[in-house]
């Protein structure tokens, strides 16, 4: 291939290509975002009983009544695109930010790109680990395959050539091993993958246990809701024989029992929570992510670069043929044939920290610098158990360098050393480990034949001697353990390095070291039954393998145990896969890790983990919050509005449509807007993680919540009978109940901020919310009863200050009789802490 091929397209061709052949982008069907959010707003059943009941008033020429429930209508559908188009544009948001990157030459310079930017002629660059974002067309390539298993169904990977065949790779596909670079020459929909009208990159949003508790739950509150409104609409009816005003109090009936605000509040928490991850440096693949965060009860986390620096500097060198040791850590670095040995097994273009270490240290201490002299021609890729890997270099005169490295044992098994060599580097390698280094052997090779082995396990080997890399751990990895281990969070190291050294570095970070270690053999060798209780004790796996990993996280998940896992590599894919919440690298992470995970740290930080931990626990419990505020203040409404006539009072309709959509306006912001906005809970990060199972509507959850709700429906009927006794008007009556319920909201909405900590806490968390829509709150009851316009449309009469006063101490003690129930909480966890 010419130098010429090399530079790639210009940005002028690029639009060019680009206005020829469209974006990279697998066009689906795709509506109008806007009016789906109508066409799906039109279709709820509050949306329906609005429209029936504005109709009914305009029947009955009550214009006033039906100009409310339009405005009404307008105010509802409002906060419902306003949430749905937040939680939309946050889901929009995630879909960019997890789109694949592509590696391009354009001017000659290499690029990294948003894969959709690709266009037709450009040229690729691709690695192992990658995914393929185009089709195109191999000009060269070392050693490269394909898992091609999402076209072809074919699990094994296919090897590439620039030549027949096989010179073509697809979208969509995975890179395995090798590298190439190769031209583009179909994209979008033309590529094989939008052939088949499929896109990967789309997230997907699949139903949760929670999604599927609130979408029954509401089922079955609609159900309840039309055979309400068939008994109150026959009733009235038969008493009254007036088909209008009996449907009305029908609808309104109805109306109050929807819980229209549950799932709007679910999906609004779940895509707002999502956001907030990704200003964390936490990407979400998908919103629902956040529902599982908070109960993860174990976290597995690989050693380099998660829990260390992943600087990998070159430490020290043990030259096995000299029986010399080099320690760079106190003296300068020096010349030797495992340095040079080491540099020719790593790639020419390091990006490993490991092999850019090794060139930078042979290029300043090297007497005369091969590399430009010599040409890689020959590939084989990191493999084995444990792996190595092996690179065939040529120079002009036809002299060839053979050189390998890798796990010490997988070299050693290649070469003739006798058993008392061997054990004396086994030795060697062991302390070198206890101290933290990552060792790696290196060997050479005199292989004769032109002919290369298909496998580099055919090579013998003459064993050179090892290389030691330091890999310090960060800084606030220790920090970030203590702060797992208060949240009640086990922490597991998986490494593929050695015991001694995953030891060390366990120490180092004051890291829970359990009983006994396990290698990554020993995992296999177990039986499920053994593995199961072995994974209860032991914190660290060491020389640890992919089989082996996954082989971990099914025994944890058989404990029931919630298990994130964190990984970088192409191999971790089925682990992360596994995993109830599987966490990949941003920076060092391959796509595959990237694409099987369902979170992303962006800077590969494990503490933003913890924070993504506790943001997952506030988001569960504000949303626990605001389902338990729906029912209590649902209840109320409901039997304020049936009460009445099974009781047979003198006034049974004393609620109207009107009336019970002015409480869905406050509720739905207060419940979707105010809790949402809430902070953690001071002792959210102390407490051991919620079961997976656990659900908002079981009877232990809500029977505080339907307690609270029927307190308050007690003081509110309590209150009209009272006035009813003394001869007051339906108005009055109606004025009284209204305020003490609107009073009990405002209470209902600060007590239940905590289902521990006293109002007196709470109101000190900075929510600038609250005091807004409280305020507007109060400001329309005060105008419904003395502004006459609105007074005439609520039906409502002006009452005194002292009876005013008089509601708000009735709705007080309805409320707050809840902090004594908290404060004996409060007390009984204090006793048994101690």
Same mark, same amino acid.
């Given at each position: ?61 009550? &214009? ?73 067309? !191999? ?69 949760? $246990? ?8 509401? *089922? ?14 026959? !009733? ?26 549950? $799932? ?53 060198? %043990? ?65 084995? *158990? ?150 209860? *004790? ?85 949303? =626990?919050?605001? !389902? ?26 004393? &609620? ?31 407490? =051991?993680?919620? *079961? ?29 009978? %009272? &006035? ?111």
């Amino acid at each position: 291939m010419a130098q010429s091929d090399l530079i790639g397209l210009s940005n002028e061709q690029v639009l060019a290509s680009r206005q020829k052949h469209g974006r990279n982008v697998v066009h689906g069907k795709q509506q109008n975002r806007l009016w789906q959010v109508i066409k799906e707003i039109a279709t709820e059943p509050l949306f329906i009983i609005l429209i029936c009941t504005a109709a009914i008033y305009i029947l009955l020429g009550e &214009f006033s009544e039906a100009v409310i429930m339009i405005i009404a209508l307008g105010f509802v559908s409002g906060i419902s695109i306003y949430q749905e188009n937040r939680s939309r544009s946050a889901v929009a948001g995630l879909k960019k930010l997890t789109a694949p990157l592509a590696k391009v030459i354009r001017n000659g310079i290499t690029h990294q790109i948003d894969a959709e930017e690709l266009v037709v002629d450009d040229l690729l660059v691709l690695e192992d680990g990658d995914k393929v974002p185009a089709d195109a067309t !191999i000009l060269k390539q070392n050693d490269f395959s394909v898992n091609e298993s999402i076209l072809t169904g074919e699990s094994l990977p296919v090897l590439k050539e620039t030549e027949g065949s096989n010179s073509n790779v697809f979208q969509g596909t995975l890179i395995m091993s090798g590298s190439c670079m190769a031209r583009v020459n179909t994209v979008g929909k033309q590529t094989e993958l939008g052939k088949i009208s499929q896109s990967l990159e789309e997230i997907e949003v699949s139903r949760t $246990p929670l999604q599927t508790q609130i979408k029954s739950f509401v *089922k079955v509150m609609v159900a309840v809701g039309i055979v309400a409104f068939l008994i109150v609409w026959g !009733i009235n009816y038969l008493l009254a024989r007036d088909i209008l005003h009996s449907l009305l109090q029908g609808l309104t009936l109805a109306m109050s029992i929807l819980p229209e605000e549950i $799932p709007v509040a679910f999906s609004t928490f779940m895509a707002l929570g999502a956001y907030h991850l990704y200003k964390q440096k936490v990407i979400a693949r998908s919103p629902h992510t956040v529902e599982t965060l908070g109960t993860a009860t174990v976290i597995c986390t690989d050693k380099t670069g998660t829990i260390t620096e992943n600087e990998m500097r070159l430490a020290v060198i %043990y030259d096995f043929t000299a029986d010399r040791q080099y320690d760079y850590t106190k003296e300068a670095p020096s010349f030797n044939p495992v340095l040079e040995y080491a540099m020719w097994a790593s790639e020419p273009t390091p990006f490993d920290a490991m092999e850019k270490s090794i060139h930078t240290v042979y290029a300043s201490v090297a007497p005369n610098d091969k590399r430009l002299t010599y040409t890689q021609i020959h590939e084989y890729p990191l493999g084995g *158990k444990p792996p190595i890997m092996t690179h065939v270099f040529r120079n002009n005169t036809n002299e060839r360098i053979i050189a390998c490295k890798g796990g010490v044992e997988g070299v050693l098994n290649q070469t003739t050393l006798p058993v008392d060599q061997r054990d004396k580097i086994l030795t060697i390698t062991k302390q070198f480990a206890s101290k933290g280094y990552r060792m790696l052997a290196v060997g050479r090779s005199d292989y004769g034949d032109q002919k290369f082995p298909l496998s580099q396990q055919e090579f013998e080997f003459q064993f050179l001697g090892l290389i030691g890399f330091y890999d310090p751990p960060k800084k606030n990895i220790a920090a970030t353990l203590q702060k797992f281990y208060k949240a009640g969070i086990e922490v597991k190291m998986i490494t593929g390095d050695y015991t001694e050294t995953a030891v060390a570095i366990a120490e180092q970070i004051e890291m829970k070291k359990g009983t006994g270690i396990l290698t990554g053999d020993k995992v296999i060798e177990m039986n499920d039954r053994e593995l199961r209780e072995q994974v209860r *004790k032991v914190n660290i796996f060491a020389r640890m393998f992919p089989a082996a990993k996954l082989k971990v996280i099914e025994a944890l998940k058989a404990n029931g145990e919630v298990v994130a896992m964190t990984g970088d590599g192409v191999n971790d894919g089925p682990a992360l896969k596994a995993a109830h919440i599987g966490i990949a690298m941003g920076k060092r992470g391959s796509e595959v890790a990237k694409n099987a995970a369902s979170l992303v740290l962006v800077d590969d930080d494990l503490f933003n983990m913890t924070e993504a931990v506790a943001l997952g626990r506030r988001i569960y419990e504000n949303l =626990k919050k605001a !389902i338990q505020y729906i029912i209590s203040i649902h209840i109320p409404i409901i039997l304020i509005v049936t009460m009445p006539l099974i009781l047979m009072w003198d006034y049974i309709n004393i &609620f109207s449509p009107v009336h019970v959509i002015f409480l869905e306006l406050i509720m739905g912001p207060t419940c979707s807007v105010i809790f949402e906005n809430e902070p953690i809970e001071g002792n959210s990060m102390t407490r =051991k993680p919620r *079961k997976m199972s656990s659900t908002f509507f079981s009877m232990r959850e809500l029977s505080l919540s339907i307690a609270q709700g029927l307190v308050i429906t007690t003081v509110c009927l309590a209150m009209g009978y %009272y &006035f009813i006794q003394m001869d007051s008007s339906e108005a009055t009556v109606r004025t009284i109940i209204y305020t003490t319920l609107i009073f009990s909201n405002l209470f209902l909405t600060l007590v239940n901020r905590s289902f521990y900590y006293s109002v007196f806490t709470t109101i000190r968390y900075k929510n600038a919310l609250i005091p807004l829509i409280l305020s507007i709150s109060l400001g329309v009851l005060f105008l419904s009863i003395y502004f006459r316009p609105l007074q005439r449309i609520f039906e409502f009469e002006i009452i005194s200050a002292e009876r005013i006063l008089l509601c708000l101490t009735a709705a007080f003690a309805g409320v707050m009789w809840v902090e004594i129930f908290k404060w004996i909480r409060r007390k009984d966890w204090q006793m048994k802490r101690i």
